[in-house]
């Protein structure tokens, strides 16, 4: 039985009593608005990611550089959503000891898993509207056509990208132990070759 047998919806799954800034790991998936194809295809049982998705894949390993309490598991960039596995490795009480990232709610508190993803999303959606204000792309829609363009560079205007990169919310499980970790290890390891199977 799959892992995730359905993608999750934009409805919360927060735990309402849990502390999310506690030591731990994290296993996080994320979703593209409307579940368009953003950051690449698979090819041959591999995701070959396009110039959106190594934007994405590079803010991500960012993240370490702005926390550095933090550390990054196995992750997977498929083309319309990521899955990855985040480890809190221990609090920081003193917030001046961590940066935020620019994009970040300032009203949330800076140390847990919804800051944390929240400062990733709003980082790569930036830098994917500067790269095509900069290209100077054609203002249209994206079409089916255009989901796995020909060239490293998505057909797309920067007004369709704009605060419309990811869902709202995120899925997230609290990873319990070892063998819990390495189940879902696998899971975002195999990812690219079930896409056939799912889709």
Same mark, same amino acid.
């Given at each position: 039985?799959?892992?995730?047998?359905?993608?999750? %919806?934009?409805?919360?799954?927060?735990?309402?009593?849990?502390?999310?800034?506690?030591?731990?790991?994290?296993?996080?998936?994320?979703?593209?608005?409307?579940?368009?194809?953003?950051?690449?295809?698979?090819?041959?049982?591999?995701?070959?990611?396009?110039?959106?998705?190594?934007?994405?894949?590079?803010?991500?390993?960012?993240?370490?550089?702005?926390?550095?309490?933090?550390?990054?598991? !196995?992750?997977?960039?498929?083309?319309?959503?990521?899955?990855?596995?985040?480890?809190?490795?221990?609090?920081?009480?003193?917030?001046?000891?961590?940066? !935020?990232?620019?994009?970040?709610?300032?009203?949330?508190?800076?140390?847990?898993?919804?800051?944390?993803?929240?400062?990733?999303?709003?980082?790569?959606?930036?830098?994917? %509207?500067?790269?095509?204000?900069?290209?100077? !792309?054609?203002?249209?829609?994206?079409?089916? !056509?255009?989901?796995?363009?020909?060239?490293?560079?998505?057909?797309?205007?920067?007004?369709?990208?704009?605060?419309?990169?990811?869902?709202?919310?995120?899925?997230?499980?609290?990873?319990?132990?070892?063998?819990?970790?390495?189940?879902?290890?696998?899971?975002?390891?195999?990812?690219?070759?079930?896409?056939?199977?799912? %889709?």
């Amino acid at each position: 039985m799959s892992l995730l047998p359905n993608l999750p %919806n934009r409805q919360s799954t927060r735990l309402k009593t849990y502390d999310y800034s506690l030591e731990g790991s994290y296993f996080i998936t994320i979703v593209t608005q409307d579940r368009l194809h953003l950051f690449g295809k698979i090819e041959n049982s591999q995701m070959i990611l396009n110039t959106v998705g190594k934007i994405v894949e590079q803010e991500w390993k960012n993240s370490i550089q702005l926390r550095s309490n933090i550390s990054l598991g !196995e992750f997977i960039i498929m083309p319309d959503h990521m899955h990855m596995i985040l480890t809190i490795d221990h609090q920081i009480s003193n917030d001046k000891e961590s940066k !935020e990232w620019e994009h970040s709610n300032p009203k949330s508190p800076s140390q847990t898993i919804g800051a944390i993803i929240r400062g990733f999303k709003g980082a790569s959606t930036k830098k994917i %509207n500067l790269f095509f204000n900069s290209t100077g !792309e054609l203002q249209f829609a994206p079409t089916d !056509e255009l989901q796995f363009a020909p060239t490293d560079e998505l057909q797309f205007a920067p007004t369709f990208y704009k605060n419309k990169i990811w869902q709202r919310n995120y899925y997230d499980h609290i990873i319990r132990n070892q063998a819990d970790y390495n189940r879902i290890e696998q899971y975002i390891i195999d990812n690219p070759q079930n896409w056939k199977k799912k %889709n």
